[in-house]
């Protein structure tokens, strides 16, 4: 049996797309399991959804740290203490700082729901209705200094609907990013994605 890939998972929300994670997880779909889930919102609904696997969890908050980089070395430090092999983020509302980006090398990815490089930072949804686009969709990419920024490794579209609302649109999408983290992750996992430059090849 492969040995599994260990995650660690940074969420600042609800934490659907950890559950996705959870439950392909524990159904055998991925070779990866969640080592650690990381929040830095106290009240985040990610936090039960980790409890409820019997996953550790930990709240860092930016406000207890002096500095940013402060901040971030602790969580390194969490991760690093959960032998993390490819960390996560699954509505993780923060900019990865350099330092941390250097800890995990290449090792750090990101969903976006919308198909960068359309529609980045917050309300990507929102955006994608309001500039009128009639193809939408979500994102997994390789982490970089810039915000939904770095190598592109796996896209999946939606339509948008002529009677669609931002929350109607936001479930089709969020449906689709379920589905697409998993793929990713297992690809990682079988280490099939080659980046060359800002290209990332599916071996
Ligand atoms: C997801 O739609 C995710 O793509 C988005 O936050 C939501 C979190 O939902 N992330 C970003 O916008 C990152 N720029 P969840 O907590 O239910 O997984």
């Known amino acids: 049996m492969q040995k599994k890939l260990k995650l660690g998972v940074l969420a600042s929300g609800s934490g659907t797309n950890l559950q996705s994670i959870l439950e392909s ?107 009128g686009v009639k193809v939408a969709g979500c994102t997994v990419h390789f982490v970089d200094e810039k915000t939904d920024h770095g190598p592109i490794i796996l896209q999946a579209t939606v339509p948008v609907l002529e009677d669609d609302t931002v929350e109607s649109l936001r479930q089709r999408i969020l449906k689709e990013e379920h589905r697409l983290y998993s793929e990713t992750i297992q690809l990682f996992a079988s280490k099939r994605l080659r980046l060359e430059g800002r290209r990332v090849r599916i071996l």
């Open 25 to 131: 997880s524990s159904s055998g779909k991925i070779d990866a399991e969640v080592k650690i889930v990381i929040s830095d919102v106290p009240t985040a609904g990610a936090l039960e959804r980790a409890k409820a696997f019997n996953v550790p969890v930990t709240v860092r908050e930016r406000s207890s740290y002096p500095s940013k980089q402060a901040f971030e070395a602790a969580i390194i430090s969490d991760l690093k203490d959960h032998c993390v092999e490819l960390v996560c983020l699954a509505g993780y509302m923060r900019i990865i700082g350099k330092e941390f980006l250097a800890a995990f090398p290449n090792r750090v990815i990101n969903i976006h729901p919308a198909l960068l490089p359309s529609f980045p930072g917050l309300d990507a949804q929102e955006q994608a209705l309001d500039y």
